[in-house]
Nanobody, 125 residues
Framework: QVQLVESGGGLVQAGDSLRLSCARS????????MAWFRQAPGKEREFVGA????????IYGDSVKGRVTISRDNAKNTVYLQMNSLKPEDTAVYYC??????????????????WGPGTQVTVSS
């Protein structure tokens, strides 16, 4: 079993930066693809980015590419989402997710088995 807990959300202004954290407990770190999704009110859950365990590569969603970076701290069992140049349209609940898959459609929610409760990010204009 894997438990995920996000933190670091809050209210920021447009243009600011924010770093979200996802603390993991349970299963071995090295065999999990870790991803970030977000969901705004009335919208579908949207892919932000993922770190793929088998290749060590990261992939990002088109709407955030160039503004976000995913990183990991193995010693702390934590994955981070660094977000820069935030825009009001980045306002959403941000979720951390994990799967043991390393191929296929990793930019959609369905392959992900484990989810955190989410953290709210609000960007004011």
């Amino acid at each position: 079993q894997v438990q995920l807990v996000e933190s670091g959300g809050g209210l920021v202004q447009a243009g600011d930066s924010l770093r979200l954290s996802c603390a993991r407990s349970g299963r071995t770190w090295s065999s999990l693809t870790m991803a970030w999704f977000r969901q705004a009110p009335g919208k579908e859950r949207e892919f932000v980015g993922a770190w793929i365990w088998f290749t060590g590569n990261t992939i990002y969603g088109d709407s955030v590419k160039g503004r976000v970076t995913i990183s990991r701290d193995n010693a702390k069992n934590t994955v981070y989402l660094q977000m820069n140049s935030l825009k009001p349209e980045d306002t959403a609940v941000y979720y951390c997710a994990a799967t043991n898959l390393w191929h296929g459609n990793l930019n959609i929610p369905s392959p992900y088995t484990y989810w955190g409760p989410g953290t709210q990010v609000t960007v004011s204009s």
